[in-house]
């Protein structure tokens, strides 16, 4: 017998999927098929699948090499992740011509980052932009084994992993949207053709359940305005908010949100748990402020793998995408401190929004070591002493409201 599954699942945060290729537009972009559309390697799959079992099982299930002459092959069969179109079909040959759907992935939005010091500025030679596919964006894989055990235990480990890149920054988080599953005798799988497209019978998986404290957070602006720049300036103004894209494949088509990344919140939290360690510590020299090297933020946070180890963060961070909000354009002129006149060039506007709340969670993993310092940034937070975003000298950032421990009492 041969068991085999289809899972088709639903990008619920916009995902990072690396290429060694060079482009001119992007320092990072993402991995494109034959068609030039966005996919997902069956390896990168593969990876992130193995990690969540037990080392013997794992390589039990998806095989091992411990020398030339000491390995074993795989056992499981992972294919691919190919992007689904309008119609809900894989294009697993050479299109001569794309729909207008498909289209849309010809140019997938860029993210701009930048590391910042312990001043509140940019770093130099700390930029840099990696390229994203849209939230909302469907991808079908297969599964595949002699074993019906090894598949159902990949199946239900589904609801565990990210994908991709960057995920303590929100990237990678997705739902699955549909499982098939069907045990082929000889005969069915003779006919089988392999194709993604076609059906097999219905399955649900009973999924486990993430090992996360996860933190409810619910912020209002407290009666100011905020900006996540994007860097660029549009018809109106010199510096705007950051707009993003995300996928509707009910309308077959792309609706525009305000953004407001993870990674910006994640900065400035860091920045304050760090805070918090050398307080603790009684660390009061700002030579030892580095919070890259703060044993809490790379508890919490990670680490870099340059001339040190490296270490993967413990918190997640998710994007928070905005449906509704107000936008306001603010005027300003440097003023001559001799004449007490506008300086000449010096006129600039940024274009600044606000909405009634925003909410959003936070994922920790449950071994964390510094979660106590976390919650002490996430109270700064909440009653307005740690502003988010770009100019907060000027006013903007502000924020009150609460977070709760999801599973506590009300």
């Known amino acids: 017998m041969r068991y085999v599954a289809h899972v088709t699942i639903k990008t619920l945060t916009p995902l990072k999927i690396g290429s060694s290729k060079i482009a001119l537009h992007t320092d990072m972009p993402i991995n494109r098929d034959f068609n030039n559309l966005p996919f997902i390697q069956g390896t990168t799959l593969a990876g992130v699948l193995r990690k969540e079992f037990e080392e013997k099982e794992a390589e039990e299930i998806f095989g091992y090499e411990k020398s030339k002459t000491e390995g074993q092959g795989s056992k499981v069969i992972i294919s691919n992740a190919l992007l689904l179109d309008e119609n809900m079909k894989v294009h697993e040959r050479l299109l001569t011509q794309k729909s207008g759907f498909l289209k849309i992935f010809d140019n997938l939005p860029v993210r701009e980052h930048t590391a910042i010091n312990e001043k509140g500025t940019a770093k130099e030679h700390s930029k840099y932009d990696e390229e994203i596919i849209y939230k909302g964006a469907m991808f079908k894989f297969a599964v595949e084994s002699k074993n019906k055990e090894y598949v159902l235990k990949i199946l239900s480990k589904l609801k565990k992993i990210r994908i991709g890149g960057k995920t303590t920054n929100g990237y990678g988080k997705f739902e699955v949207a549909g499982i098939e599953f069907e045990e082929m005798d000889e005969t069915r799988y003779e006919n089988y053709t392999a194709s993604l497209n076609e059906k097999l019978n219905v399955f649900e998986a009973d999924f486990e359940q993430t090992d996360y404290i996860v933190y409810d957070v619910m912020l209002k602006p407290d009666d100011m305005f905020f900006i996540f720049g994007s860097g660029k300036p549009d018809n109106e103004a010199d510096m705007t908010y950051t707009k993003e894209k995300v996928l509707d494949y009910e309308n077959k088509t792309l609706k525009e949100r305000a953004l407001i990344p993870g990674s910006s919140i994640k900065g400035a939290v860091s920045h304050r748990v760090a805070y918090y360690y050398n307080l603790e510590n009684g660390i009061s020299d700002l030579k030892e402020f580095d919070k890259e090297t703060s044993p809490a933020v790379i508890d919490l946070f990670g680490q870099k793998k340059d001339e040190n180890q490296g270490a993967k963060g413990k918190v997640i961070f998710e994007d928070i995408y905005l449906d509704k909000y107000e936008e306001k354009k603010f005027d300003h002129v440097k003023i001559d401190r001799f004449t007490g006149g506008a300086k000449a060039g010096?006129?600039?506007?940024?274009?600044?929004?606000?909405?009634?709340?925003?909410?959003?969670?936070?994922?920790?993993?449950?071994?964390?070591?510094?979660?106590?310092?976390?919650?002490?940034?996430?109270?700064?937070?909440?009653?307005?002493?740690?502003?988010?975003?770009?100019?907060?000298?000027?006013?903007?950032?502000?924020?009150?409201?609460?977070?709760?421990?999801?599973?506590?009492?009300?």
């Open 346 to 410: 010096a006129l600039f506007n940024e274009k600044a929004i606000t909405t009634e709340e925003i909410k959003f969670s936070i994922y920790v993993e449950k071994d964390a070591k510094y979660i106590h310092l976390l919650e002490k940034a996430l109270d700064d937070m909440c009653s307005g002493l740690l502003p988010l975003g770009g100019m907060v000298t000027k006013g903007h950032g502000m924020f009150v409201g609460s977070y709760k421990k999801r599973g506590d009492d009300e």
